[in-house]
C-alpha cells in the first residue's frame, strides 16, 4: 500500500493537471496529449518516481484519458453533422496500424529518447500552432493512394509515441489539405480514437520495471492520472468555452504555442542532461 502523504501529494498535483488541460482544451480546443505528457512527467518526476519507463507510463496514460474525451468530442460533433465520415474510413486503417507500431516503438525505447521524441516534435507544433497561416495549403484535397499509404501510419506512429491524440498532426494536415477547420478538428477527435484505442490496449500489457513506478499503475497506465484527469477536463473544459467566448483567441494561441515550445525543450533539456 502507498504512503498516504505520497499519494495525497500525487493527487494533489493531477488534480492540477487536469484542471489546466481542460481550461486549455476548451479555451483553444486542443487536445490535452500535448500538455499531460510533460506534466507527468515532471509530476512524477518531481515525486520521487524514478522508474526506467516513466516515458511509457506517461504516453499511456495520456493515450488512455484522450479516449474519453475524443469519443465524447467525435460524438457531439457528429451530431453537428461535422465529421467527415469519408477521410476517417479511409485513413483509419493506416492511422491504426502506425499506432500498433508506436506502442512496439515506445515499449523498446528508453525514456531519454522517447523524451528527445517529445522535445522535436513538440517544437515543430508549437512553431505551427503559434505561426501558421490558415491560408497555407499542400493541394486542394486530402492525398489517396501511395501518399495516403504511407502519411497515415506515420501520424499514428508519431501520435503514439508523444502520447497525443488526432489533433496535433491531424488538424494542420487536414487544414492544409483545403479541409474547413471546424471539418478538421471534427474529424480529428475520430482519429484520436483511432490512435489511442489500440494503443491503450497494447500499453495495458506492459509491465515494465516494477521499481519506482508510480502507485496504482496497471501496465503502463496510471489508473488516477486517468481517472483524476478525466473527471477535471470534464469539470474545466466549459470554463476553457466560457472564457473562449469571452476573450481573443488568436493572441491566447500565439501564447499557448511558446508554452508549449518550452515544455518541449525543456524535455530536450532533461533528456540530454540526464
Known amino acids: 500500500m502507498p504512503d498516504m502523504g505520497d499519494l495525497m501529494a500525487m493527487l494533489a498535483l493531477i488534480l492540477l493537471i487536469g484542471a489546466f488541460a481542460g481550461v486549455v482544451a476548451g479555451l483553444l480546443g486542443v487536445g490535452g496529449g500535448i500538455i499531460l505528457v510533460p506534466a507527468f512527467f515532471f509530476a512524477f518526476s518531481y515525486l520521487g518516481y524514478d522508474t526506467v519507463d516513466l516515458m511509457q507510463i506517461c504516453l499511456a496514460t495520456s493515450l488512455a484519458t484522450i479516449i474519453v474525451t475524443s469519443v465524447r468530442s467525435l460524438l457531439s460533433h457528429n451530431k453537428k453533422g461535422a465529421v467527415d465520415w469519408a477521410i476517417l474510413r479511409s485513413w483509419g486503417p493506416g492511422i491504426a496500424i502506425g499506432a500498433a507500431f508506436g506502442v512496439v516503438a515506445a515499449t523498446g525505447l528508453r525514456s531519454e529518447i522517447l523524451m528527445g521524441i517529445f522535445g522535436v516534435l513538440g517544437v515543430l507544433v508549437g512553431l505551427y500552432f503559434g505561426f501558421g497561416k490558415p491560408e497555407w495549403r499542400l493541394g486542394d484535397a486530402m492525398p489517396k493512394g501511395v501518399p495516403r499509404a504511407i502519411a497515415s501510419p506515420i501520424l499514428g506512429f508519431l501520435s503514439v509515441l508523444m502520447g497525443i491524440g488526432g489533433g496535433s ?5 487536414m487544414s492544409l489539405y483545403n479541409t474547413p477547420i471546424h471539418r478538421a ?7 484520436g480514437v483511432i490512435i489511442a484505442v489500440p494503443s491503450v490496449l497494447g500499453f495495458f500489457f506492459i509491465e ?5 513506478r508510480p502507485p496504482f499503475t496497471v501496465g503502463s497506465v496510471n489508473l488516477v492520472a486517468f481517472v483524476v484527469v478525466v473527471a477535471m477536463t470534464l469539470i474545466t473544459a466549459p470554463w476553457g468555452v466560457k472564457l473562449a467566448h469571452a476573450m481573443d483567441p488568436k493572441p491566447l494561441k500565439r501564447v499557448f504555442a511558446v508554452f508549449i515550445m518550452v515544455m518541449a525543450l525543456n524535455m530536450l533539456w532533461s533528456a540530454f542532461s540526464g
Open 208 to 212: 515494465g520495471a516494477a521499481e519506482g
Open 185 to 191: 478538428v471534427a474529424t480529428a477527435a475520430g482519429f
Open 169 to 173: 498532426f491531424g488538424v494542420p494536415l
